[in-house]
């Protein structure tokens, strides 16, 4: 499967996320500003895709720093650029540790995280898809998915989506609701792009009609991804992601995580330790650059909320499904 972050060369090349579903482009990436930049515009986006870029940034930063001090340095703000997954950060931290003994080493680590992403994801799909096929009785599935869990969201496959994948190639899937993921629209640009390239029946939906569409009976499963898993079980994902595990809880049906272990941090005790990332006021109050609020309106805009672990049924993990 085409992976949507690679090293060429001397330079991380990432699928360019802001650009889909109109254009497929890549960037290529030599230093740590653009690095930053990318992951701040989304462009580069998704837990573990953010993990792996962590740690191909700091092989780019180990090859170009002029010495030890400066390369920590550009590093804790490239793990600093986005705060809530986990995996930037213990991607950057990981690589980190190698420094001492050369860009080649940091660099075959990074290159060992990207090799092995694929595979974490099909394990955890695989295991996500039998928990699906046990908890629900009908036939064909329909499942409800949020923000971007794909490919492009990882190096290859997937979690959430992968699962979504994982039931359909066995022909389980009947339809899968996507909702959009206002404000940057994760679910209507990329989800769907992935669900329409794998040739899986879907609809898209305003985040808004999720919750409905489940308290009305339409959906089997709800299927999503994690930025981080704290001790207690506690997930952060995707601004609108509390309000689909209240109504799954409400109609008595699975809620289910799909994240690698890498994303399950025991150091952080619970949920309200998350620090959650606020994005600018410009994504809420306009609209393909154009103004859609009263001008000087105040924003509220959380890029992630905190789902209670009372209300996941699962949180399933290459290695194991913690319930
Ligand atoms: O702001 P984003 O697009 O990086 O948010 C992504 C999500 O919330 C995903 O659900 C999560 O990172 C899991 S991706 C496998």
Not at 217 to 239: S, T, Y
Request: aromatic share 4%; glycine share 10%; net charge negative.
């Amino acid at each position: 499967m085409d992976r949507s972050i690679t090293w060429d060369d001397g330079a991380i090349v990432a699928v360019d996320q802001r650009a889909l579903p109109h254009a497929y482009r890549t960037l290529r990436i030599t230093g740590t500003g653009q690095l930053i930049e990318a992951i701040q515009e989304l462009a580069i986006r998704g837990a573990p895709a953010l993990g792996v870029a962590g740690a191909l940034g700091v092989a780019l930063i180990a090859r170009t720093a002029p010495d030890h001090r400066t390369a920590t340095e550009e590093a804790e703000r490239l793990a600093g650029a986005r705060p809530t997954a986990v995996n930037l950060a213990r991607g950057v931290h990981g690589a980190l540790g190698l420094l001492g003994r050369g860009p080649d080493a940091v660099l075959a680590h990074a290159l060992d995280l990207l090799a092995d992403d694929e595979r974490i994801n099909r394990e955890a799909s695989a295991r996500a898809a039998d928990l699906v096929l046990r908890l629900c009785e009908r036939r064909p599935l329909r499942l409800l998915t949020h923000c971007n869990t794909g490919r492009l969201a990882t190096v290859a496959w997937g979690t959430a989506l992968g699962t979504i994948r994982t039931l359909a190639e066995a022909g389980h899937v009947g339809e899968v609701l996507a909702g959009e993921t206002r404000p940057l629209l994760q679910g209507a640009r990329l989800t769907t792009w992935e669900l329409a390239e794998a040739g899986i029946p879907y609809r898209l939906c305003a985040d808004s009609a999720g919750p409905f569409a489940i308290g009305s009976g339409l959906v089997d499963c709800v299927l999503v991804g994690a930025d981080r898993v704290a001790a207690n079980g506690d997930v952060a994902n995707k601004i609108g992601t509390y309000a689909l595990a209240v109504a799954a809880a409400r109609q008595r049906i699975p809620f289910i995580v799909v994240a690698p272990e890498s994303t399950v941090d025991e150091s952080t005790p619970d949920g309200a330790r998350i620090v959650i990332e606020e994005r600018g006021a410009d994504e809420v109050t306009s609209f393909g650059g154009r103004s859609t609020a009263t001008p000087g309106s105040a924003v509220y805009n959380p890029a992630f909320d905190v789902t209670p672990a009372d209300l996941v049924t699962a949180v399933v993990t290459e290695t194991r499904v913690l319930s």
